[in-house]
């Protein structure tokens, strides 16, 4: 029985599926974004987003909890050092999970897994219009300029 087992074994032994976890994740921090299944990208968020955390305060603890689960040490200098400084003020959501469709050889669900403050097609000036919990915008908006004006 799996009482109580939340996270998705995803068909492999622990140690595979560690390894397996560690590595998208490393190629998450490194490219960006990553074509998977989406059952993978599912797992990989759970895994990521805390990492992603721990890197917003650089202290040696941190950087040795990190070490553990990613291996690489310059993906956890790139981490520590360029991911860490785009999403100092977001609250949490990293990872935005992008679904493609399906597989053409075995119909798997495919997904793209990307980090959300990477992504200039979501988000063109670098500042979106953020919504409390009560629906106020923020005051800190981008001024709007009308190109059809003449100057």
């Known amino acids: 029985m799996r ?8 068909s492999r032994k622990t140690a595979h599926r560690k390894a397996m976890l560690s590595n998208m994740a490393c190629s998450i921090i490194e490219h960006k974004r990553i ?18 955390t721990k890197s917003k305060e650089d202290t040696t603890h941190n950087r040795r909890i990190v070490f553990k689960y990613l291996k690489r040490k310059e993906i956890v200098t790139e981490l520590f050092r360029d991911v860490a400084v785009k999403v100092a003020d977001r609250p949490g959501g990293y990872i935005r999970i992008i679904k493609l469709g399906n597989r053409q050889g075995d119909n798997a669900e495919m997904a793209m897994v990307e980090l959300v403050d990477y992504n200039e097609v979501y988000n063109p000036n670098g500042k979106k219009k953020k919504r409390t919990r009560r629906g106020k915008k923020n005051t800190t908006t981008a001024p709007v300029t009308n190109s059809n004006e003449e100057e």
Do not use: D, V
């Open 35 to 52: 074509n998977t299944t989406l059952a993978k990208a599912k797992a990989i968020r759970q895994y990521i987003e805390p990492l992603i």
């Open 3 to 10: 009482h109580g087992k939340k996270f998705n074994h995803l």
